[in-house]
């Protein structure tokens, strides 16, 4: 079992930054690749971006690609998801996620075995 706790979010106005971190607990971090998404009110969970194991190969929505920077420290545990040029459009709760079988459908919720409880991020006009 993995626990995940989002932490950074907040209020910001539009083209301003935040970062976002997810700490892991539980069992070993090692092997997880990690991904985040979100969801606004009345819309479904949507990729955000992912990042393998070995932090080398990332992967982003086109919506934030050139914005957005996910990473990672293992040796904290922790993955970050660094938000520049925040938009109005980027409101939404964030989530982190964990998958363990390394999975090619990256862009799907159905692959990530554990999920944190999600961070709110408001951007304002």
């Known amino acids: 079992q993995v626990q995940l706790v989002e932490s950074g979010g907040g209020l910001v106005q539009a083209g301003g930054s935040l970062r976002l971190s997810c700490a892991a607990s539980g069992r070993t971090f090692n092997g997880y690749a990690m991904g985040w998404f979100r969801q606004a009110p009345g819309k479904k969970r949507e990729f955000v971006a992912h990042i393998r194991w070995s932090g080398g190969v990332t992967y982003y929505a086109d919506s934030v690609k050139g914005r957005f920077t996910i990473s990672r420290d293992n040796a904290k545990n922790t993955v970050y998801l660094q938000m520049n040029s925040l938009k109005p459009e980027d409101t939404a709760i964030y989530y982190c996620?964990?998958?363990?079988?390394?999975?090619?459908?990256?862009?799907?919720?159905?692959?990530?075995?554990?999920w944190g409880q999600g961070t709110q991020v408001t951007v304002s006009s």
């Open positions: 996620a964990a998958d363990s079988r390394d999975s090619t459908i990256i862009a799907y919720p159905s692959a990530y075995e554990y």
